[in-house]
């Protein structure tokens, strides 16, 4: 069963701090590997799709690595508007035409300080 | 450009009752999605639609149901409402059937007392 867990659950950090948010996974074949983050009562909002391990993606202060079992997220000198949820999702191979989908993790709350 | 419309925004619904969501894709998307979060919890996949056909359906009762229009915007139903259907449902529109990644609409806060 293809699966998703992301470390940790919450982090809290003083602005400038820089640290990774960790997604491991588990599928029997891999598209793509999609970071989103969410703010409170809203949708997720697309940040990095990879696709092969090795791949890297920058946007801001965020950089999204992937290796053949995991992710990783990092985030250098984060900022209060940073705070979110980060979710890390995942999507099978299907051998079907026409379905795809998203598994997802549970997510890390991140709270920075000023 | 507008991004995906979900309507209504928050609803309140009896235990036993039925409701209807709704979602409007990017123009030129053919494909939508349909996620139940569940507060603390990452989007779990309902439904997939493309080309007006459902092409996949996620680990939930027979109570959820939903249908593609012409226009490729979805209406999802669900009936025979309980407690833990509480939740934030999240339609997600993607070029093709997603191929080229997701994008989320803000989602319909339903709760059910």
């Known amino acids: 069963e293809d699966q998703v867990t992301q470390s940790p659950e919450a982090l809290r950090l003083q602005e400038g701090e820089s640290s990774s948010l960790n997604c491991s996974y588990t599928?029997?074949?891999?598209?793509?590997l999609f970071w989103y983050r969410q703010d409170p009562g809203k949708g997720p909002e697309f940040l990095f799709t990879?696709?092969?391990a090795g791949e890297e993606k920058e946007k801001e202060r965020l950089k999204a690595t992937l290796t053949k079992k995991e992710s990783f997220l990092h985030i250098t000198a984060p900022k209060p508007e940073d705070s979110a949820t980060y979710l890390c999702?995942?999507?099978?191979?299907?051998?079907?035409?026409?379905?795809?989908?998203?598994?997802f993790g549970t997510g890390t709350r991140l709270l920075v300080s000023p | 450009d507008a991004g995906v419309t979900q309507s209504p925004t928050h609803l309140i619904k009896t235990r036993g009752q039925h409701v209807t969501l709704r979602c409007s894709p990017i123009?030129?998307?053919?494909?939508v999605s349909w996620y139940q979060q569940v507060l603390g919890q990452g989007p779990q996949f309902i439904f997939q639609?493309?080309?007006?056909?459902?092409?996949g359906r996620g680990n939930f009762p027979d109570r959820f149901s939903a249908r593609q229009f012409p226009n490729y915007s979805s209406e999802l139903n669900v009936n025979a409402l309980l407690l833990g259907d509480s939740a934030l449902y999240l339609c997600?529109?993607?070029?093709?059937?997603?191929?080229?990644?997701?994008?989320f609409g803000s989602g319909t806060r339903l709760t059910v007392v």
């Open positions: 997600a529109s993607s070029l093709e059937w997603g191929l080229y990644g997701y994008t």
């Open positions: 599928v029997s074949g891999l598209r793509g």
């Open positions: 990879l696709y092969s």
């Open positions: 999702a995942v999507q099978p191979l299907i051998s079907n035409t026409g379905f795809q989908k998203l598994v």
């Open positions: 123009s030129g998307h053919k494909s």
């Open positions: 639609y493309y080309e007006k056909e459902e092409r």
